[in-house]
Every structure is written in structure tokens, then in C-alpha cells.
């Protein structure tokens, strides 16, 4: 069993910004891809970002150079800085960590996510 905790959220100004962690503990024998949706009201969840376990990047064409996913392996930890944010990011945001918890045992897990409401 693996537990998310999340963290960051919360209310901000157009243009500014916010920086949301995910940490992971329990059974982690290795960590494999980590990401970031976000789900706003009457919509369906997204994929925002990934970042693979050698560190390369994906994110949608929406928040290109405003966001950057990161990863501290000695933390288990994935971070989501979010700058220049807009009116249309307001959601909840959550992370998800793909985990190998033995030599045969691969699973997601979820996180239970975290506001972002951007108004002014």
C-alpha cells in the first residue's frame, strides 16, 4: 500500500504563482513515472504533466511554458510549479505515482487532490 500526500493548493491572482507537491511512502521498492491531473467543475480530468523515472518531460500545449513537473527521487516526491496562472487552470489538481512495490507488482496510485482557484 502506497499513501499520497498533497499539498499547495490554494487561492491566487492572475499571474501569479503556486507550487504544489506530492509525496509518496510506504511500500516503494522503486518509483517508475509520476504526473499531474487536474479536473475542473463539469469537465473531465485531464493530464497536465509526466515526468519519467530518468527524468524526461510531457505536458499539455495549454500550460507550456507557464508549468514545470519535477521529481526528488530521495524524497519521493513530485513537484508542479505553476507561474503566469489563468482563470481557466481553476481546478482540482491531483498526482499520480506509478510504482513498483516488488519485482512483479506494478501500480498506479492516486492522490486526493488539491484546489487551485485563480480569480481576482
Known amino acids: 500500500q502506497v499513501q499520497l500526500v498533497e499539498s499547495g493548493g490554494g487561492l491566487v491572482q492572475p499571474g501569479g504563482s503556486l507550487r504544489l507537491s506530492c509525496a509518496a511512502s510506504?511500500?516503494?521498492?522503486?518509483?517508475?513515472?509520476m504526473g499531474w491531473y487536474r479536473q475542473a467543475p463539469g469537465k473531465q480530468r485531464e493530464l497536465v504533466a509526466t515526468?519519467?523515472?530518468?527524468?524526461?518531460?510531457n505536458s499539455v500545449d495549454s500550460v507550456k511554458g507557464r508549468f514545470t513537473i519535477s521529481r526528488d527521487n530521495a524524497k519521493n516526491t513530485v513537484y508542479l510549479q505553476m507561474n503566469s496562472l489563468k482563470p481557466e487552470d481553476t481546478a482540482i489538481y491531483y498526482c499520480?505515482?506509478?510504482?513498483?512495490?516488488?519485482?512483479?507488482?506494478?501500480?498506479?496510485?492516486w492522490g486526493q487532490g488539491t484546489q487551485v482557484t485563480v480569480s481576482s
Open positions: 510506504g511500500r516503494i521498492l522503486r518509483l517508475n513515472s
Open positions: 499520480n505515482v506509478r510504482v513498483w512495490e516488488s519485482l512483479m507488482r506494478l501500480f498506479d496510485y
Open positions: 515526468i519519467s523515472s530518468d527524468g524526461n518531460t
